[in-house]
């Protein structure tokens, strides 16, 4: 039976899409990427994969599981099945390098950006290009804000690349990015689906940079700002993001082959965007989208993936939705 297959590697994020798949009576199954056995030599089941490999995948022990998937996922394309987020999903969540390039080349401003490969270049690079400016560190292959550090000056920078507390990057890439000062401490993650966004979302970034949206992440639902009333740290906006870059990025995602994704924008004090951060794994904060209104309907992140996901599986396969 032709169904919907869900190729990932954390159980924890499962569950909202499972409950949205099994409230529509979708047929659908999971694919475990970390470890598995798989005939090349013979064809994949039938039916619409969506691909939700995690660049964090090696900070929960599944070091290979995004070497794999490529593997599977060229394997899938091979035999022309119908996946959501292929193999250029793929290539950009492992990569913000990439995804700069991918943003650029559709006009969208990134913070300015050094690509450094070594340890021993990361101080050589930070003198270079940041002498007496604030600056960003984080692995190229990132995820969850884990490795995200902000130093005030290279004296900071220089004592952290010689700790013990410094973790070699698992593709041996990090960039050295400049410091957005957001007037704010929110940012905005934006919700695509099928390509559109979906909603906007505003991230109280208060107390620090691990902003996973996912309920089983339980960093907590309040921020409590020292002097200021607790509030909650996601809060879906009222509006939309400003019409210019919305189109920019859905042709940026169109032009990677990338169909659902979380995409992160910082606005600077002079009011100017920087996009710095595509989700092609996303998750949806639940506490968040029950304030408004939209828990467990079409409206909601998992409602809208399942819906969007089994519309493709009736299209291509009628008899099986
Ligand atoms: N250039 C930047 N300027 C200011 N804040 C940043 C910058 N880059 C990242 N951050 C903060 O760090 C968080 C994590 O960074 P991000 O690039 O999204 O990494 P990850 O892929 O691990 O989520 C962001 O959500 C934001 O709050
Ligand atoms: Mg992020």
Known sequence: MSRIHVLHENPLWLPPLATAFNQRGLPWTEWFMHNGIFDLSAPPPEGV???RMSASSHTRDHRYSAELTAGVLAWLAAHGRRVVNGSGALDLEISKARQYAALTAHGVPTPRSILVAGRQKVLDAARLYFANRPVILKPNRGGKGLGVRLFHTLEGL??????????????????????????????????????????????????????????????????????????HKFEILPQSIPGELRGKLERTLADSSVEVAGIEFIADEHGRLFVYDINTNTNYNPE??????????????????????????????????
């Open 158 to 231: 220089t004592e952290h690349v010689h700790s013990a507390e410094y973790e070699e990057p698992v593709d041996g890439l990090v960039l050295l990015q400049d410091y957005i000062r957001a007037p704010e401490p929110f940012i905005t993650r934006a919700e695509f689906i099928g390509g559109r966004l979906v909603y906007a979302v505003r991230v109280d970034t208060s107390e620090g940079f691990e902003l996973c949206p996912a309920e089983a992440c339980a960093i907590g639902d309040l921020a409590c700002p020292v002097g200021e009333a607790p509030r």
């Open 49 to 51: 994969f969506y691909n």
């Open 288 to 321: 968040a989208e029950e304030r408004d209104g939209r828990a467990g309907t079409d409206r909601s992140g998992p409602g809208a993936l399942a819906t969007f996901l089994g519309t493709e599986l009736a299209r291509l396969y009628p008899k099986a939705a």
